[in-house]
């Protein structure tokens, strides 16, 4: 059985250091994590905190099943349940430190491919997807801010501000792509006028510094994809923004150690 007692059970399973997963516990267990009981006052457990915190990252990692998860933790495919419910939110509280407001910011959408077409829809990527937008720190490389998912046939321009984005950023510097042209208050690359051959030099020189800048989150969002529930999320829509926030906070503190 996978256990946190195992140190060689734990990189591979949540992609952090036994020192990183050991801080992250703590971090669960300040948060209330050793007081929630399981469905019932006064029933315990089976599983120590660190044991269900594992559970819960090995899940994001793997994307297994309920009933594939149980047999690997040594518990029933119900209690897989009752623990991604209770711990989840856990993790998902807050994602970083809170940083200067005149730190640059990176942001860009994402699609997740998402079974819940109660908010998925039908995508460039060809399957029922919901845009997830994520901003990170241009300087840390951390992730700041994460957006309530959109459906995926919205563009970047729209779900920018219908997920909140645009509010979570208010005040801050932020470097976008072409794609959220409609938003004045962000920086974007520049583009040839109507009947214009090409751009002068110095735009040029401008739009490769861009592309630099915004490359780091495409690395953010390849990262964060190792996590393969955000490959194929198969729960309810609704607990996306949790899921994806938990990640946020795995990501940064594999960065941070």
């Excluded at 140190?7 to 267990?29: C, D, H, N, Y």
């Excluded at 990252?57 to 297994?64: D, I, K, V």
């Excluded at 079974?115 to 029922?128: E, F, I, M, V």
């Excluded at 393969?228 to 906070?249: E, P």
């Amino acid at each position: 059985m996978i256990t946190a007692s195992r140190r060689e059970w734990i990189e591979p399973f949540t992609g952090l250091s036994p020192a990183q997963f050991r801080k992250l516990v703590r971090l669960v267990a300040e948060r209330g994590g050793e007081e929630i009981q399981d469905g019932r006052p006064g029933r315990q457990w089976a599983l120590e905190l660190p044991d269900r915190v594992l559970l819960v990252a090995t899940y994001w990692r793997t994307n297994l099943t309920m009933r594939q998860l149980g047999p690997l933790f040594g518990i029933s495919h119900s209690a897989v349940h009752r623990v991604l419910d209770t711990l989840g939110p856990l993790l998902a509280l807050a994602p970083v430190r809170k940083r200067r407001v005149d730190q640059i910011a990176i942001v860009d959408g994402t699609l997740v491919p998402t079974r819940d077409h109660t908010l998925a829809a039908s995508s460039k990527n060809y399957r029922y997807s919901t845009n997830l937008q994520v901003a990170i720190d241009a300087d840390t490389r951390l992730v700041i801010a994460v957006g309530d998912p959109q459906p995926g046939n919205r563009n970047d321009t729209i779900a920018y501000r219908d997920s909140g984005m645009k509010d979570q950023l208010d005040g801050r510097p932020v470097v976008a792509d072409g794609g959220y042209q409609g938003n004045p208050d962000v920086i974007l690359p520049y583009r040839r006028a109507r009947g214009q051959e090409r751009l002068p030099a110095w735009q040029d020189e401008w739009n490769t510094r861009h592309r630099q800048v915004r490359a780091t989150i495409e690395h953010c969002f390849a990262r964060m994809k190792t996590y393969k529930i955000l490959r194929d999320y198969r729960r309810s829509a609704r607990t996306l923004h949790t899921t994806a926030v938990g990640i946020a906070l795995l990501h940064n503190l594999a960065l941070t150690g």
